[in-house]
């Protein structure tokens, strides 16, 4: 058998790399070409063959990307750039291969260049498939839904000014909630070495409380991070890029108002992966299940998905600690459709609601905790200008907690 060149080769060591100028041209930028390549592929006719020969050589360019490079330089705290690197890699797999297997060409609805004139440019398609994960403006995101605009729109740089504030509100808001978290246990789950966010030594009630307030904090910090990196990548898109800010539609709708857990997972959440997490595991289970498979499946996906994740940084966290509590977002969404149908709302709605989210995010965050993953740092936490008067009211309600 002839031999795989260097680069094809998988790591033979678990000893990751630190990141320099010659690895990441050679061991990142291969599998981005690639996924570059199958982008621009998958919009023309008669290409599958190209597709299906480009494929395996882009998962393993990308597995090899992901297992071989250490992106935080050796330095614990800024793990959470492994993290993104290696999901980054799963992403770029999993995306190919759907388009690998995708036998008509994929067809963009809407183009909107600098003039507003539509053109046909494969190569800026090619570049807004790679980026646009949601598939806005795509033949094959049917069923998406777009949050309303709450930027004004009358022009680019009205737009991006007003994004630039409030990803700079929201980074804040995620320094401000991640130096709270850490203030409950800096020694244990605020840390890298990670740790429990269940008190054994209070009872049961303030244990419990105490873990869905740090739960509840987290899920804000998530929201706060992620709303702040899309709208700051939204500036860029629309001043550098010149995009039109139509391109850029808002990711979050108030996850808190949501009165029901299909709103809130199917709407008011996120949706950058939904296509990602249907294709892999609604479609298989639902061809064996039925619907009930297909939403189930979706969840169990995006657990397998955040697994991943906690791999980057911790070998030895449990599959189950996120395929649980994802799984049982999944059987809740099941359980509110067969009960309440397509009525669910209001304020029981909502009670039901926040109250599943709670419960499971305990679970899911505890989770999280245990690998380390809470006790990462950034520039966030440390410019967060309320960092000193965050810490103290939160070791002080640790405090009475404990003296209860």
């Known amino acids: 058998m ?17 990141l320099t100028t010659e690895n990441f041209a050679f061991g990142i930028l291969p599998p981005v070409a690639c996924y570059f ?27 090899r990307a992901a297992t071989s490079l250490d992106v935080c330089m050796g330095q614990p705290k800024l793990d959470f750039l492994n993290i993104d690197l290696q999901l980054s890699m799963f ?108 008190d054994d030594s209070l009872p049961p009630h303030f244990r419990y409380l105490r873990s869905s307030i740090i739960a509840t904090l987290c899920a804000f910090g998530v929201y706060s991070v992620l709303q702040a990196a899309y709208e700051l990548t939204a500036v860029l898109c629309v001043l550098l890029f010149r995009q039109h800010p139509d391109q850029c539609p808002p990711s979050f709708d108030s996850p808190w108002r949501a009165t029901s857990l299909r709103e ?17 595991g609604g479609h298989p289970l639902s061809l064996l299940f039925g619907r009930i498979g297909g939403v189930i499946g979706a969840f169990l996906a995006s657990g397998f998905f955040h697994h991943l994740a906690l791999l980057a940084i911790d070998q030895s966290s449990e599959l189950w600690r996120m395929l649980l509590p994802f799984g049982m977002m999944g059987a809740g969404v099941v359980i509110e459709r067969a009960v309440a149908g397509n009525k669910a709302g209001g304020w029981m709605g909502w009670t039901w609601t926040m ?50």
């Open 2 to 18: 002839l031999p795989l060149p260097d680069s094809l080769r998988l790591p033979a060591t678990k000893a990751k790399v630190p």
């Open 37 to 63: 390549a199958t982008a621009f592929l998958v919009q023309l006719p008669r290409t599958q063959l190209a597709r299906l020969a480009l494929w395996p050589i882009t998962a393993i360019l990308a597995f």
């Open 91 to 198: 992403c770029i797999a999993t995306r190919t291969f759907e388009w690998t297997v995708q036998t008509k060409p994929f067809i963009r609805a809407v183009r909107q260049s600098s003039s507003d004139v539509p053109k046909r440019n494969f190569v800026l398609d090619a570049l807004d498939l790679a980026c646009n994960f949601r598939g806005c403006g795509w033949d094959w995101s049917q069923g998406l839904y777009v949050p309303p605009e709450i930027h004004p729109t009358s022009s680019r740089l009205a737009f991006a000014t007003s994004n630039l504030v409030s990803g700079l509100k929201h980074s804040f808001l995620c320094g401000a909630i991640h130096s709270a978290v850490q203030s409950f246990s800096p020694h244990a789950f605020g840390s890298v070495d990670g740790g429990t966010i269940f």
């Open 264 to 280: 809130f997972w199917s709407q008011r959440w996120h949706q950058w992966f939904r296509r990602l997490f249907i294709f892999f």
């Open 355 to 404: 109250c599943w989210l709670v419960l499971w995010g305990n679970v899911m965050v505890d989770g999280w905790a245990r690998a380390g993953m809470l006790g990462g740092s950034s520039i966030l936490d440390s410019a967060t200008p309320v960092r000193q008067p965050i810490e103290r009211l939160v070791k002080t309600f640790d405090e009475y907690l404990h003296t209860c």
